[in-house]
Nanobody, 123 residues
């Protein structure tokens, strides 16, 4: 499975961005998809995840209500809509594919990773 994230950029605090992650490969539609982020000097942290069939979602509490994960199975693409952005949301955002919900919040629980996309929120 190959993953390509895009949509990052520079935005002012309070603004919005929508990240996209295009998945390709013969079995890419069988995977759940997740977003993680990593700020300079910090560990990679879980943001949100979505299942591949009925679209079950899971979020880190601190981002619930501001971030929304969704997917378009016809396009094999997952989105992360980020609203009310804060400077502390500045990070490289990574998309990943997984098969086990039990490990979904841990980077080690992901099976495939895409290259990250930089999100910078100015104050």
């Amino acid at each position: 499975v190959q993953l390509q994230a895009s949509g990052g950029g520079l935005v002012q605090a309070g603004g919005s961005l929508r990240l996209s992650c295009a998945a390709s490969g013969p079995t890419s539609s069988n995977y759940g998809m997740g977003w993680f982020r990593q700020a300079p000097g910090k560990e990679r942290e879980f943001v949100a995840a979505i299942g591949w069939s009925i679209g079950s979602t899971y979020y880190t509490d601190s981002m619930k209500g501001r971030f929304t994960i969704s997917r378009d199975n016809a396009k094999n693409t997952v989105y992360l809509q980020m609203n009310s952005l804060k400077p502390e949301d500045t990070a490289v955002y990574y998309c990943a594919a997984f098969t086990r919900w039990s490990d979904v919040t841990a980077p080690s629980g992901m099976d495939y990773w895409g290259k990250g996309t930089q999100v910078t929120v100015s104050s």
